[in-house]
């Protein structure tokens, strides 16, 4: 069975949205998302119910906002978070969102097709700041191989 890398990462708002503060990450958006739909490897994204972004979401309280995606593999993600139109606003980060105190960011396979729900998603995030990385909740510096992977190398 193929598998998918879903990822789920979160930010605490230095400020509402629609402050002066936080304006050129709000115009980034639909350019940074736009790049991540062309990328090799994408496969999925959540959005709110404008469509646009998922930054009306927020099932982890009034002051932060989710992004949920799913990937062919880790490789695509690292390509598109360190190698794309993603890395300005990566590096700027610390201008709009408070610096996290435990992981804020998760990964995980999926069975490709599967569409990750927030219960999932945050559930993978708890297990991660419960138990540290694992082959069900992990991260790009600590990636684990593929379900897949495992079983073929288990097989030889």
Do not use: C, K
Request: hydrophobic share 45%.
């Amino acid at each position: 069975m193929p598998f998918h890398l879903a990822q789920l990462n979160i930010a605490t708002l230095i400020e509402p949205l629609d402050s002066p503060r936080l304006a050129d990450f709000v115009a980034a958006l639909p350019s940074v998302n736009a790049i991540a739909e062309a990328a090799p490897g994408f496969v999925w994204r959540l959005v709110d119910s404008d469509g646009a972004d998922a930054t009306a979401l927020r099932p982890f309280g009034p002051d932060v906002i989710v992004n949920l995606t799913v990937w062919e593999s880790v490789e695509t993600l690292r390509e598109f978070v360190f190698r794309s139109g993603h890395v300005e606003p990566l590096r700027r980060r610390r201008e709009w969102f408070h610096v996290a105190d435990q992981p804020y960011s998760v990964l995980w396979w999926v069975p490709a097709g599967h569409i990750p729900t927030m219960d999932e998603a945050s559930s993978r995030l708890d297990q991660l700041r419960e138990h540290g990385a694992g082959p069900d909740a992990f991260t790009l510096r600590e990636p684990y191989p593929t379900p897949s992977d495992t079983a073929d190398t288990l097989a030889s």
